[in-house]
């Protein structure tokens, strides 16, 4: 069985560096994308970004800018850094496994996140 | 980017009733590109449908979806007491980059 377990400060001020480490256990680490997604308090999903096991990344243009995604594959272990934080960040980071996966009927590959993390809240505040 | 668009945002429902669930894209989106999630009450996100209408392993049969285009739909047929959460739709665009709907909450009427 996959489980991710995440861990991270859920504390920080503005302007500080936000960093979140999440640990995958039991099937395969390499053949997947690992992702990371925010939901801020009562409000909807965002993707923030994922890797893969060879540090191949993809990030969502609009944090892009803030955003490194590293992995470690001798701990099976990946992690999320976001830079210059404000009280806009604040929110519910989930990591999360990405899968893609050829739908029967039509052959054609699908993209989804089938195992998440339990969640860490991160709060901004002075 | 493709922007998705749930409707209702809350729909009222008993145990027993049908729920309809809807998910509209900004543009036409591959089938097999879209995904449905369930999140209840301080939990992560649990997938239900990907490829439009393939249930997730676990899944149970009272749970279908359907659509293509720009029109996609998840229904529950018979509403259990455990179905009452939020529901996201998501979608995987070229880049690539992933986006969700803002959710329909299902609650108890």
Known sequence: QVQLQQWGAGLLKPSETLSLTCAVYG???????????RQPPGKGLE???????????????SLKSRVTISVDTSKNQFSLKLSSVTAADTA??????????????????????????????????? | EIVLTQSPGTLSLSPGERATLSCRASQSVSSSYLAWYQQKPGQAPRLLIYGASSRATGI???????????????TISRLEPEDFAVYYCQ?????????????TKLEIK
């Open chain 1, 27 to 37: 099937g395969s680490f390499s053949g997947y994308y690992w992702s990371w997604i």
């Open chain 1, 47 to 61: 993707w923030i970004g994922e890797i893969n096991h060879s540090g191949s990344t993809n990030y969502n243009p």
């Open chain 1, 92 to 126: 519910v980071y989930y990591c999360a496994r990405r899968v893609v996966d050829i739908v029967a009927t039509t052959r054609r590959p699908s993209y989804y996140f089938d195992y998440w993390g339990q969640g860490t809240l991160v709060t901004v505040s002075s």
């Open chain 2, 60 to 74: 149970p049969d009272r749970f279908s979806g359907s659509g293509s285009g720009t029109d996609f739909t998840l």
């Open chain 2, 91 to 103: 979608q995987y665009g070229s880049s690539p980059q992933y986006t969700f709907g803002q959710g």
